[in-house]
């Protein structure tokens, strides 16, 4: 494991698979995750990748924000340092996003451009183009932005406190987990693995990330990821709507969708060998349109 210094100062916990000189996969994970949610992802690409995953900042092994800054454009700024620690100038990477982690592709394109990127690949994610669950918070005036985001600050720092201290409630707890992430019929030890995860997370960076997703409009920033982009969706994903999708593909530029019946959220978890397959195929795909892709 090693250490990248972002743009606030800011230490973010890199892992690396593989042999310097590969192609280049970055790997960017969910939301009250770790790099441990690409499960065996990393290694089934290793053999011919050089794959790095990195902790979002406040989570896992990761340092917290230096300045308390968990927005998207500061999640975004996170991932174009890690680039810029591992993949050479003129070179580009392939960079694949779960949950969360999408939205943050989207948010690095749009606020720092496409420089280092090949292609990108979602993962079980829509680019996290919700705003306030139920509002439309985009229409609503400042003063009551504001007060629905100090309102939901509050319930989920609540919401994550009670979670830690009901911990020994695993079967509610998986309950919720499989409802949010999984299928019904979703092996108990991904499950449990994901609710580790989630609840090992310091409430700040979770309460604050959460926020700053769910007033992030992918969407509207997807234009500006211009590289050619794979969509692996579950048909069964419970936080990523038809609409959603649609609106995402719609948006981007240069967008593949490939659908997966029955198939939920946490596609590393449960279907490793096909997205290590697709990303493989991926990298492929815009390799020659890139360049050399070396580390």
Not at 75 to 87: F, I, N, P, S, T
Not at 111 to 124: L, P, Q, S, T, Y
Not at 131 to 136: D, L, Q, R, W
Not at 249 to 267: I, K, N, Q, V, Y
């Amino acid at each position: 494991m090693s250490d990248v210094t972002s743009f606030d100062g800011t230490r973010l916990a890199l892992t690396t698979w593989g042999r310097e000189g590969a192609p280049i996969v970055v790997l960017v994970h969910g939301l009250g995750l770790s790099s441990d949610s690409w499960g065996r992802v990393p290694d089934l690409l290793a053999a011919g990748h050089r794959v790095v995953a990195y902790d979002l900042r406040g989570h896992a092994q990761s340092g917290d924000a230096r300045n308390g800054d968990y927005t998207m454009e500061a999640h975004a700024k996170d991932l174009d340092a890690v680039l810029g620690e591992v993949v050479d100038a003129g070179a580009a990477a392939v960079v694949v996003g779960n949950s969360l982690g999408g939205g943050i592709v989207v948010a690095r394109a749009h606020h720092c451009g496409n420089e280092r990127m090949a292609g990108a690949v979602f993962a079980g994610s829509g680019g996290s183009t919700v705003t306030f669950p139920g509002f439309p918070a985009r229409g609503l005036p400042r003063p009551v932005q504001a007060g629905l985001r100090l309102a939901w600050m509050k319930a989920l720092r609540t919401g994550v406190l009670a979670g830690k201290r009901i911990r020994s409630l695993e079967n509610l707890s998986d309950r919720l987990v499989r409802r949010f992430a999984f299928t019904s019929d979703a092996p108990r030890d991904l499950v449990e693995r994901v609710r580790e995860d989630f609840l090992s997370s310091r409430p700040r960076a979770l309460t604050r990330t959460t926020l700053a997703s769910i007033s992030h409009d992918g969407s509207r920033m997807a234009p500006d990821l211009t590289v050619p982009t794979l969509v692996i969706h579950g048909s069964a994903d419970p936080e990523v709507s038809e609409d959603e999708l649609r609106r995402l593909l719609d948006a981007l530029p240069d967008g593949e969708l490939l659908r997966l019946p029955e198939e939920g959220h946490m596609l590393p978890l449960t279907r490793p060998e096909l997205v290590a397959e697709q990303v493989a195929r991926w990298v492929e795909r815009v390799r020659p349109a890139s360049g050399p892709v070396s580390g």
